[in-house]
């Protein structure tokens, strides 16, 4: 008997349009509490599928019969078990998710944010199952990515789909929640991989440093991006402006919360930096520049067109982080109040610094779970 599928290209879409989606998770509880996909009008059972070989009956009420249900587990097979044992049972409605969460974790999903002034355009690429954003530029022929996920093929592909060749991929910082796919961009396109020297003391590959005050013209129509030198993240996490429009904040800012300053060990050393940039450098830029972060934390910030970002001023009256007025009491919050460390952390920074260099599956592995760069 052959199960229906639901790829994660249908799944993203009815995040995006908030449509409803009931989600059997058949992963273990601990791998379900830790992250899962997740949309507004989502509703979810999780029963491992171990509880299910013998049979569906724990789950037989419990799974509707008048809305799609889709079975979800960590690559595919398992969910597509559980899938037959339902529709062996009188079940029409039930789809197995292809490739699971590993496909959920690295799908993106591009969202046109603007045409610039000259004739350019720019994209924000949401990694829904991992919390990522990331960038692209395109101008009269060139492009120019922005904190690239580790899927590199995508970007390149979406640049040639725009008769565009990459010619510069930057990074913000040194990534440490996800693999960075600049380098391999810049590889197989011959772009110049741009990194914050500070971020770079250790990386074993050639790069150009990221100085403060840097302008990088990315097609003939001369859109300039401007490197803000940032330190809070990390001691290098340098912004962009773009266009003079939008402020490409990195780990920084978040359109709900701040970043976090430990993830090299160093909290407390970081987070005047922190402070710094966010109550003194950012205050002196215009509260019109549109904030796109490198992340986000939660579907509440994605904008009715699947995208992140709001205005600087609104986020300076409406963002908890930036309204904390107490120097001692931002030292707390931004030391104390920190989620767990992104899983593998130190092994990413690794492969972002190219001491390591894992196989594709490893980095999957290495990037499960959610997204946990912001202070929460």
């Not at 093929?153 to 693999?179: G, M, Q, R, W, Y």
């Not at 796919?181 to 590889?187: F, L, P």
């Not at 074993?204 to 005050?213: A, H, M, S, T």
């Amino acid at each position: 008997m052959s199960v229906k599928t639901m790829n994660v290209q249908e799944i993203a879409k009815r995040v995006v349009n908030k449509e409803d989606l009931f989600v059997l998770d058949v992963r273990n509880e601990d791998a379900y509490e830790d992250w899962k996909i997740e949309g507004d009008n989502f509703d979810y059972l999780n029963v491992p599928y171990f509880d299910l070989i013998e049979g569906i009956e724990p789950i037989q009420d419990k799974v509707p019969k008048d809305r799609d249900v889709a079975v979800v587990c960590a690559k595919g097979g398992s969910s597509e078990f559980v899938a037959e044992q339902l529709v062996e049972a009188g079940f029409d409605n039930v789809y197995s998710v292809e490739g699971g969460m590993k496909a959920w974790s690295e799908h993106l999903e591009p969202v046109k944010i603007a045409d610039l002034k000259d004739g350019g355009e720019l994209f924000q690429f949401v990694r829904l199952g991992k919390g990522c954003l990331s960038y692209m530029v395109i101008s009269d022929g060139e492009a120019a990515t922005i904190d690239a996920v580790r899927m590199a093929d995508v970007f390149i592909n979406f640049a040639e789909e725009k008769s565009a060749k990459i010619t510069h991929a930057f990074d913000t910082h040194l990534h440490a929640d996800h693999i960075s796919g600049g380098r391999e961009i810049a590889e197989k396109t011959g772009a110049t991989y741009w990194l914050p020297p500070k971020d770079a003391t250790e990386v074993q590959f050639e790069y150009k440093p990221l100085e403060d005050g840097e302008d990088v013209k990315i097609g003939s129509s001369k859109i300039s991006v401007q490197a803000l030198y940032s330190p809070g993240h990390t001691i290098g996490s340098t912004s962009f402006i773009v266009d003079d429009q939008y402020l490409m904040s990195g780990d920084i800012l978040f359109v709900d919360s701040i970043g976090r300053p430990d993830l090299a060990g160093l909290a407390d050393d970081w987070v005047g930096d922190l402070r710094e940039t966010l109550y003194k450098r950012y205050k002196e830029l215009s509260d019109e520049l549109v904030v796109l972060p490198a992340h986000y934390m939660t579907n509440n910030e994605l904008n009715e067109d699947g995208s992140v970002g709001e205005k600087l001023g609104e986020l300076y009256k409406e963002n908890h982080g930036l309204n904390v007025d107490d120097e001692q009491e931002f030292r707390r919050m931004v030391t104390e109040n920190l989620p767990p460390q992104p899983n593998a952390y130190q092994e990413i920074r690794e492969t972002n610094m190219g001491k390591i260099s894992p196989e594709t599956e490893k980095k999957r592995e290495m990037e499960i779970g959610p997204n946990r760069c912001a202070v929460k």
